[in-house]
């Protein structure tokens, strides 16, 4: 969210910062704004359990396939059956979070977490332990989708894009510290680990408002005001804002229905091309290949401690991630997307001609150098905009009717492409570790070519702005 002005997302304007700040000023002026950074704080972590979730195959394949005797098709099937979990609970987010509410949802993915965390720490066969990974990713997927609503509903304007990114951001500080974590300590002591998050947001979750929005939709105004209220500021004249709220709720009611086979007329058929192109790229320059077995990777290519790497990989997620975020409503959606897709082809390209040097006994001192400097250039390409910019981009190029079946299909999509990559990774690598990495590359040269032939720029323009470009 740039600095001088804010997207209000709602109705489509822009409005300077500064206009945003003093409403939101008085609405706060009594502190009340720490039971916004509260209610934030509660609800991410719901994507930091996200993140120790995608994380913890890559530092415990080793002992995992040790201690449980697992084969590469066993293990490939346990680290890839996350995303379906995902998949179908991404899917049926939506839906649930609109009958249970937002609290409800998260709650719920809670306990399918902690479920499934506590059958991965008593498995003794691949049965029990892949049904747990499977629970995860099905809490995960709900996660993925009414953590960033809540956020953004709870949130005062001025605010709501600054708090939507802690969302990223602690998606990937909960990938990085299982990594880290996986290092030390066994397998299952890192699935235990993974309960705490989980913990932690169900106590919070306690002491914080449901979603004014949500409350508003079902009809119950008394307990609609009294949660922007208490989001608000006890002395806050909160009437215009829920005025705009439920004008808003109205206006959604009145707007036709959209199934996801009417995003594929002439209307709004462009802005699919462009929204599951990117999820497609996003998926298979190999994001959860290389992420979900980076430590087998760093041992493939000879490096004597596979940690040293995964260590590595870790500290740069999370820094890297934070500049992505600066630089999104600075340098524009177009060039950060070029940029990074160029830095995953040149990681790629990078760790590719490592496997390729091994092969061929060719300077093998420098293997190990080269594999790990090629994922890490690869992984901070990544994380600086192929990682969020998709979501944002896809969030942008959508009217606010079909937003709901849009998001649907491309998530959709965003979870059979992870389930492909992760799935194929082992095979792949164990038939050509150098073209494995040449494959990835190529898709991020294709890439650079999508988003420079098709994707538009989104930065500082309204919605309706966004929808003459691409409609003409």
Sequence with gaps: MAIDECKDIENGLEKPFLENAKIVDCENEDGSIWMVLLSTCVAVCGSFEFGSCVGYSAPTQSEIRNDLNLTLAQYSMFGSIITIGAMIGAITSGRIADFIGRKGAMRMSAIFCITGWLAVYFSMGTLVLDMGRFLTGYGIGIFSYVVPVYIAEIAPKNLRGGLTTINQLMIVCGSSVAYLLGTVITWRNLALTGILPCTLLLVGLLFIPESPRWLAKVGLEKEFEVALRKLRGKDADVSREATEIQAY????????????????????????????????????????????????????????????????????????????????????????????????????????????????????????????????????????????????????????????????????????????????????????????????????????????????????KTLEEIQAIINS
């Design 249 to 460: 709720v109205d206006t959604l009611q009145s707007l036709p229905k959209t199934r996801i086979f009417d995003l594929f007329g002439s209307k709004y058929i462009r802005s699919v091309i462009i929204g599951v192109g990117l999820m497609v790229f996003q998926q298979f320059i190999g994001i959860n290949g290389i992420g979900f077995y980076a430590s087998q990777t760093f041992e493939s290519a000879g490096l004597s401690n596979s940690n040293i790497g995964t260590i590595a990989y870790a500290v740069v997620q999370v820094p890297i991630t934070i500049v992505g975020a600066f630089l999104m409503d600075r340098s524009g959606r177009r060039p950060l997307l070029m940029v990074s897709a160029t830095g995953t082809f040149l990681g790629c390209f990078l760790t590719g001609a490592s496997f390729y040097l091994k092969g061929n006994d060719i300077v093998l001192e420098w293997v190990p150098i080269l594999a790990v400097s090629g994922v890490l250039v690869y992984i901070s390409a990544f994380s600086i905009g192929m990682g969020a910019v998709p979501w944002v981009i896809m969030s942008e190029i959508f009217p606010i009717h079909v937003k709901s079946a849009a998001g649907s299909l491309v998530v959709l999509v965003n979870w059979l492409g992870a389930w492909a990559v992760s799935y194929t990774f082992g095979f792949l690598m164990a038939w050509t570790s150098t073209g494995t990495f040449m494959l990835y590359a190529g898709f991020s040269v294709l890439t650079i070519l999508f988003v420079a032939k098709v994707v538009p720029e989104t930065k500082g």
